[in-house]
């Protein structure tokens, strides 16, 4: 089994500023199966990239992901008000990989 | 629309049973693999179970193996999940979510429905 930890835990920023989480896989994620979900507070999860780096559909540029192998990377490159959420990483490809990260809470500073 | 529903949550006692239900709206559900996430108060996104749109391939998450069924009936377009032998710890709110292009590639998720266990 795949674990997936996302640091940091808790990221305290400004509006406007630039956001970096982590996501780091205990082995290799094949094929980049690697995607990143928004969670806004009281709200349902929702995609916002796949691939490690493919914008889903209707997620604005300021979003974007990169990495491959183990490690992988979620920016945001100017936090709106909007964007204050809690972010989950997720390997897929195969419903018994199918693991989430822990999540990274991203507050107003 | 395009949306998931889903219903059937509540308060039941430890070693009791509920049975979930998953709609969708918009659009043609037996067309989708379906998903059952879980997300206990104030806890991370765990996966729970998967259904192919025939229902032939399922599986499920070890924490919950040999006491969750999942199934689906096409006509209805509904997906079902029954749980037995129901644990404190499987108090969470629970999402019913349709695939994209790969397995367990969440596109589309329903609100969910809380189901808590406590005597």
């Known amino acids: 089994e795949i674990v997936l930890t996302q640091s940091p835990g808790t990221l305290s920023l400004s509006p406007g500023e630039r956001a970096t989480l982590s996501c780091r896989a205990s082995?290799?994620?094949?094929?980049?199966?690697l995607a990143w979900y928004q969670q806004k507070p009281g709200q349902t999860p929702r995609l916002l990239i796949f691939?490690?780096?493919t914008r889903a559909t209707d997620i604005p540029d300021r979003f974007s992901g990169s990495g491959s192998g183990t490690d992988f990377t979620l920016i945001i490159s100017s936090l709106g008000p909007e964007d204050f959420a809690v972010y989950y990483c997720?390997?897929?490809?195969?419903?018994?990989?199918?693991?989430f990260g822990q999540g990274t809470k991203v507050e107003i500073k | 629309e395009v949306q998931l529903v889903e219903s059937g949550g509540g308060l039941v006692q430890p070693g009791g049973s509920l049975r979930l239900s998953c709609a969708a709206s918009?659009?043609?559900?037996?067309?989708?693999?379906v998903n059952w996430v879980r997300q206990a108060p104030g806890k991370g996104l765990e996966w729970v179970s998967f259904?192919?749109?025939?229902?032939?391939?399922?599986y499920y998450a070890d924490s919950v193996k040999g006491r969750f069924t999942i199934s689906r009936d096409n006509r209805k377009e509904t997906v079902f999940l029954q749980m037995n032998s129901l644990r404190g710890e499987d108090t969470a709110t629970y999402y019913c979510?349709?695939?994209?292009?790969?397995?367990?590639?969440?596109?589309?998720w329903g609100q969910g429905t809380l189901v808590t266990v406590s005597s």
């Open positions: 979510a349709r695939e994209g292009a790969y397995q367990l590639l969440l596109t589309l």
């Open positions: 918009g659009f043609t559900l037996s067309n989708y693999e």
């Open positions: 259904i192919s749109s025939s229902g032939s391939t399922i």
């Open positions: 082995q290799s994620v094949r094929s980049n199966y």
């Open positions: 691939g490690a780096s």
């Open positions: 997720q390997q897929y490809g195969s419903a018994l990989l199918g693991t």
